[in-house]
Structure formats: C-alpha cells, structure tokens
C-alpha cells in the first residue's frame, strides 16, 4: 500500500511556518517508520511550488497504516499536521503485474 499526503505550508513567505512543518513530517516519518508493516518513505518538497509539501509511505497492508496513525504518537504528533494537508485521496493499492486490484463497491450501512 502507498500513501501521499500532500500539505501546504500554513502561510506563504512564512520561514517559521515552513520550517515547523518540515521539521514535523520528519518527526512524523520517524514515528510512521518504528511502526509494525512500515515498508518505507519520505519526505519531500515541490520544486515548482515550495509551499507546497508530501509525505510518502509504503506498508504491507491498509491496516497497519491504520493502526500507526490511530497510536498514541499518531495521534498526538501526526494528526496534528493534517491541518495542513490536501482534501484529497490519499491511499493507494500498488499496481504490480498480475495482482488482483480493489473492486469499487459501496459498502454496506448498518
């Protein structure tokens, strides 16, 4: 599973800003990669928008995602930072040949 999460810094020009942010995504990758099913990741930053900022995860399985954001670290240092991140998908299925994708079904209320 591959996860991007883009995020904005919280003001253009905004030195502080940007460097709070940066220096929280760093502090989120560290937490995300002490977790079980932690494959791999990154920071990063647009070369042509420098406001504009991703964090990049590969894991086993959805579930162990899951659980790393909802631990008490995620909940505490990471979840805060997504104040800043895009309102967009964010989860992805690694396309390898011959795997199977996700069937787009809605899923049942109740």
Same mark, same amino acid.
Request: glycine share 10%.
């Given at each position: 599973?591959?996860?991007?999460?883009?995020?904005?810094?919280?003001? =253009?020009?905004? #030195?502080? %800003?940007?460097?709070?942010?940066?220096?929280?995504?760093?502090? #989120?990758?560290?937490?995300?990669?002490?977790? =079980?099913?932690?494959?791999? %990741?990154?920071?990063?930053?647009?070369?042509?928008?420098?406001?504009?900022?991703?964090?990049?995860?590969?894991? /086993?399985?959805?579930? *162990?995602?899951?659980?790393?954001?909802? *631990?008490? /670290? %995620?909940?505490?240092?990471?979840?805060?930072?997504?104040?800043?991140?895009?309102? /967009? =998908?964010?989860?992805? /299925?690694?396309?390898?040949?011959?795997?199977?994708?996700?069937?787009?079904? =809605?899923?049942?209320? %109740?």
């Amino acid at each position: 599973m591959l996860v991007v999460t883009r995020l904005r810094t919280p003001r =253009p020009d905004d #030195a502080a %800003g940007e460097d709070e942010l940066r220096s929280g995504l760093l502090q #989120a990758l560290a937490i995300l990669a002490a977790k =079980p099913g932690y494959v791999g %990741g990154d920071v990063g930053r647009n070369v042509d928008d420098p406001t504009l900022w991703v964090l990049t995860t590969r894991w /086993e399985n959805v579930g *162990s995602y899951r659980r790393a954001l909802g *631990s008490y /670290e %995620g909940k505490m240092h990471i979840q805060p930072l997504m104040v800043h991140a895009l309102d /967009e =998908p964010s989860a992805y /299925e690694v396309v390898e040949e011959g795997t199977d994708l996700n069937v787009a079904d =809605p899923r049942s209320i %109740g």
